[in-house]
């Protein structure tokens, strides 16, 4: 994070006073973070693009009721969160597979085309079963390991205790290692 | 502690987010317990492969600008009243409430039966301790 959140806070206090072109800099810091969860919790890109635009909306039109005790980033994911939940009550079913393309980039280069390929397998499988798990095992998830929020940030952030988030951080990485030994057993089956 | 009550705090040892006694308690009870050492272990497998296969995208400046020229159409935000509003202990009598007049208007909390109710409240104490004392005297007297 290139900006502390007393600097933040500054930025909206001269937003609020009507200089507009500050949002520039929150957008900037905050748009890779709010897409990558957004995208993860969806798992379409163009729906996770339009979601993080509507998400930084909602955030300039509600910047008056930010309080500055609490932390942005906890505030603004929390607008973040209750923007992709919504969207998903909307529209049910999830999409699978994920887009081709994104894949590639997390591939290491070294080892053989085969280790490769497993990598490959394996990082896609991942994906489907995240977005095959409970909205709020994913959301819990996500925030811990794309974002790398602490606990204690996540419970800020979805508006819980603690102890709340570590059970269900507990229950979703159980969920998520049942359904990838699920998957590697079928595949031993099918070979 | 437990087993179970342990593998709850796993994603806050591996963070380093606990107090430093919860730590070694826990770490303590990992040296002698191999299941628990081995649920750490896994969690933290998962945990990495978790971190390597969704990897991070980032957007394009076209973003940002779209988002600017949508906001530059919005009005300019306003700061919420209520949390500007000053502390409560700035105000030395804030819990002082005068008792309004229409208490002495209702025919259950009239002045008169106030002053009744102390009055009998009064006389009976006063009475009690009389009729004790004297009982006490009438004891001695007949000792």
Redesign the interface.
Known sequence: MPYSDTELSDFIST??S?E??K??II??VF??PV??FV??IIGDREEA?DI??ET??KV??????Y?HAYKFSSWLFRIATTVSISYLRKKKPIFLPFDEG??Y??VSPRGSPEEVCENHE???Q??EA?LLLPSKYRLV??L???NEF???EIAKTLDTN??NV??S??RG?KM??ASLTQNFRNKRYKR | MKCSTI??????YL?K?LDDFTFQLIRKHLSTCPTCMAFFQ??MI??D???????????SSD??D???Q???N?P?????VY?SFPNVSEYPNFNYRPISPNWEKGWTSCRLWRDLWFTLGNYSHEYYLKSSLNNLRGERNAG
């Not at chain 1, 300039?60 to 009721?65: E, I, N, P, V």
């Not at chain 2, 593998?7 to 806050?12: I, L, P």
């Not at chain 2, 492969?49 to 957007?59: A, F, G, T």
């Open positions: 937003i609020l009507g507009v072109g949002f520039r957008v900037e748009q890779n897409f990558n995208y993860r693009k993080a635009q930084f909306l300039y039109k509600s910047l008056g009721q309080d994104l894949h980039d997390m394996t990082s896609s991942i994906q995240m998830l996500v811990k390991y794309i602490s606990c204690q603690v102890k570590e059970t951080l507990y990485r998520l290692a | 593998k709850t705090y796993c994603d806050r963070n987010e896994n969690s998962l945990a492969l978790i971190k390597k296969s969704l990897s991070l995208e980032s957007l973003f940002t779209q988002i600017m949508a906001v530059e919005l300019v935000p306003q700061a919420d949390l």
